[in-house]
C-alpha cells in the first residue's frame, strides 16, 4: 500500500530524515514509535506532502507521490489526522465534517463509504453535539472530530500523527477501540504514537524510529518483551 525507499527530508539544513525505508501492505496497522525529536512528524508531513522530499521515494498503490502537493495526495486516498487535532474552532461540529467531505472515486465493492451517518455512527457523542462549536469540545471530543473529519475524505490509507497526545487514559482506550473498528474495515494505518501500550495494542507491526532512520522492527510482542529497546530508544 505504501513504501518509503531511502527517504531524506530537510528543515531547512537541518537533515530530519536519514535514508528512512519501511513498508505498509495493505490492510495492515503499523506503529511508528520514537522519542520527540526521532522524525516520526517528519515522516507523516513527507507522506502528506507538506515537507517532500528532496531525495528518496514515497510510493503509495505503486505509483510515486514524492513532490506531488498535498492536495493532490489528498485526493489520491490518503487521509490525515493531524498532531494536535487542528479542528476549526468557529465551525460546528457538522460544519468541520462536512467541510471535508468528499465521494470516493474508488469503487471498489464492500469498501466502506463514509459521510455524516457513518461517522455519527462510528462517534455518537458527535451526533449528540454536532451544533456545538470546536471550542466547546472536551479534548477527546476534538481527537474524535479530528479523525471524523479525515474519514469524511474517504480515504484508502490513513495517517494518524500522536492520537492519543493530553487525553486521559479512559480516552486513550476509547482511541485504541476506534483504531482497530477502522481496521475492520479494511483501511491500512500508519500510527505515530509515543504511547507504546496504545501502539502495540493496535498495531500488526512496530517500528522504532531514531535520528530519522527506524533502528529496529518487530511485532508488539517482541518489543513488549525488548526492555532494552524500550530503554534506549522508548525512555521506558
Known amino acids: ?5 531511502r527517504v ?7 537533515h530530519i530524515l536519514q535514508g528512512l525505508s519501511f513498508e505498509v501492505p495493505t490492510g495492515t496497522c503499523v506503529a511508528l514509535l520514537g522519542r ?3 522524525g516520526k512528524t517528519t515522516t507523516i508531513h513527507s507522506i502528506a506532502g507538506l515537507t517532500p522530499p528532496r531525495q528518496g521515494t514515497i510510493a ?5 507521490i514524492s513532490g506531488l502537493p498535498p492536495h493532490h495526495i489528498a ?3 490518503i487521509g490525515l489526522v493531524p ?3 487542528r479542528i476549526f474552532p468557529s465551525l460546528t461540529i457538522r460544519e468541520n465534517l462536512t467541510v471535508s467531505a468528499r465521494d470516493s472515486d474508488d469503487t471498489e465493492a464492500g469498501r466502506k463509504r463514509w459521510d455524516l451517518e457513518a461517522v455519527y455512527d462510528l462517534f455518537p457523542i458527535l451526533k449528540e453535539r454536532e451544533h456545538n462549536r470546536g471550542t466547546q469540545l472536551s479534548g477527546g471530543q476534538q481527537q ?3 479523525i471524523g473529519r479525515a474519514l469524511m475524505t474517504n480515504p484508502r490509507f490513513l495517517l494518524m500523527d500522536e492520537p492519543s497526545e493530553g487525553l486521559a487514559p479512559v480516552i486513550i482506550e476509547q482511541v485504541g477501540e476506534i483504531i482497530d473498528r477502522l481496521k475492520k474495515t479494511g483501511l491500512s494505518i500508519l500510527l505515530v504514537e509515543q504511547n507504546l501500550y496504545l501502539a502495540c495494542s493496535v498495531a500488526d507491526e512496530v517500528l522504532v524510529m531514531n ?3 527506524v533502528v529496529w522492527q518487530g511485532s508488539p510482542q517482541e518489543l513488549l518483551a525488548n526492555q532494552d529497546i524500550q530503554h534506549q530508544y522508548l525512555g521506558v
Do not use: E, I, V
Open 1 to 5: 500500500m505504501l513504501k518509503l525507499d
Open 8 to 14: 531524506h527530508t530537510y528543515y531547512g539544513n537541518s
Open 36 to 38: 520527540n525529536g526521532a
Open 60 to 64: 503509495y498503490r505503486d505509483k510515486p
Open 75 to 77: 485526493r489520491l486516498g
Open 83 to 85: 498532531q494536535g487535532k
Open 144 to 146: 474524535m472530530l479530528a
Open 211 to 213: 535520528k530519522g532512520q
